[in-house]
């Protein structure tokens, strides 16, 4: 494949923008050559200014369930644009959009509607903080919060891909009140609340988490951190920016029985336009301005134009729930396929798959928690990424981040991926 035009406005991009990206984990420094840049999407595909043509398993990292250009909700987007790209005051779209959110989930009363997964986090965690009247907040190694001071600690995702644990620019004051424990591991958590048993605000949680490849939490330690945060008064907060709307139609409160206190949306709510939410029971978001004392704000918040697309895709989804299944079963087809091209070229390989989400480690041990997954082989990764790529497969670019099924992804799309799998594994032991 060519990449020349690529390449070319990667330079220019370069001179620019820091990077040449707006989002690190773009810049490919994690795999083998430089970024394609994108022209257009169709359905399952992606096209780039070479002409190149790719099936898309990352999907503008998850938002796009129903693949690039869905007809009903560009009908809905063109139709909010027609009225005009941006009020700054409250639309009906928003409260219909809030409702079909709070009818969704259990745990959710009331739903406010931010612009970005980071915002909605770092929104969520001030509440918490408000409510509690504590400081600290607990969140686990290799989960990713978004990119807010408090949260930028011992985050996988972009950090992971470049070595980094934590970034600079965040005052050693803020981080000293983010506790970190082990995913999966209790007894990690349980020896912060021994420390703190009186000063943690909230435990914040991927229940699966998307940001050290796909690593979903165990129902059992999800129970046993529901019991320790009660018993401390401390909030339970599900980050589902990720497996929102992805693991089942409800993420991963569809599949596990923990309540959390809070959740954190994101990406699949606006259907690939920058939306993002927090909602908890009445009684926490009573404590949000003008309610309550805890401020939180924004112009773009509730766009009308966001506000249509996440309203025309969560319609679409709640009135055809089996598109879970078959979303689901084309993912384990997708890994049971990859599985079987790595053995039989004795390449150590483990999968995983959450509904329309799936992710694989070059790797021999079943992966638990942050530690297990810098134990993959990157080296391996990135030869595998180029291969792939090379053959028009197009995978998120990094081993720390989840790859995408949606309901445009066919059987065809799959089998062509599975054989150009096999092929590059092989090429790889050659
Ligand atoms: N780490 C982000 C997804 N989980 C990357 C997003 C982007 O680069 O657009």
Redesign the pocket.
């Known amino acids: 494949m060519a990449y020349d035009k690529s390449i070319a406005a990667f330079e220019e991009a370069y001179k620019v923008i820091p990077g040449g990206?707006d989002?690190?984990?773009?810049a490919f420094s994690g795999v083998e050559g430089t970024p394609p840049f994108i022209d257009r999407g169709e359905g399952g595909h992606l096209f780039d200014i070479d002409g190149n043509k790719y099936i898309d398993y990352v999907q503008?990292?998850g938002p796009l369930i129903f693949g690039h250009c869905d007809a009903d909700i560009e009908t809905s987007v063109f139709k909010a644009v027609m009225k005009g790209l941006s009020f700054g005051a409250p639309t009906t779209l928003e409260t219909e959009l809030a409702r079909e959110i709070v009818t969704l989930f259990d745990s959710i009363d009331k739903v406010r509607f931010v612009s970005s997964g980071t915002e909605a986090v770092m929104s969520a965690i001030r509440l918490a903080r408000g409510v509690t009247g504590r400081d600290d907040i607990l969140k686990f190694t290799g989960c990713?919060h978004g990119h807010s001071d408090s949260l930028l600690v011992q985050a996988g995702?972009?950090l992971a891909t470049f070595g980094t644990p934590s970034s600079p620019g965040v005052p050693a004051d803020l981080t000293k009140h983010t506790l970190l424990a082990t995913y999966n591991d209790i007894e990690s958590v349980q020896k912060c609340f021994a420390d703190s048993p009186d000063d943690i605000a909230c435990v914040i949680i991927e229940p699966i988490a998307?940001?050290m490849g796909l690593v979903p939490a165990d129902e059992e330690f999800l129970k046993q951190l529901r019991t320790i945060c009660t018993e401390h008064g401390a909030l339970l907060i599900f980050d589902e920016v990720?497996s929102g709307f992805r693991a089942s139609l409800k993420g991963a409160q569809g599949i596990s029985t923990v309540k959390p206190d809070m959740v954190t949306l994101g990406k699949v709510i606006g259907a690939g336009m920058p939306v993002g939410a927090f909602g908890a029971r009445a009684d926490i978001m009573a404590h949000l301005s003008p309610e309550g004392p805890v401020y939180q704000a924004g112009t773009l918040s509730g766009n009308p134009v966001a506000m249509a697309a996440g309203l025309t895709s969560l319609k679409k989804l709640k009135a055809n729930p089996a598109i879970y299944v078959e979303l689901g079963n084309k993912a384990k087809k997708l890994m049971d396929g990859f599985q079987k091209a790595a053995t039989s070229v004795n390449i150590p390989l483990v999968t995983d798959v959450r509904g329309s989400m799936f992710g694989f480690f070059f790797s021999d041990k079943t992966v638990k928690n942050f530690d297990d997954a810098l134990e993959n082989d990157s080296e391996m990764f990135a030869k595998f990424h180029k291969g792939m790529l090379d053959k028009g497969i197009y995978l998120a670019c990094s081993s720390y981040?989840?790859g995408f099924i949606s309901t445009v992804t066919t059987d065809k799309m799959i089998d062509e991926t599975i054989k150009a799998a096999y092929e590059v594994m092989a090429d790889i032991v050659k």
């Open positions: 990206v989002s690190p984990v773009r503008s990292w990713y995702s972009g998307g940001n990720m981040e989840t």
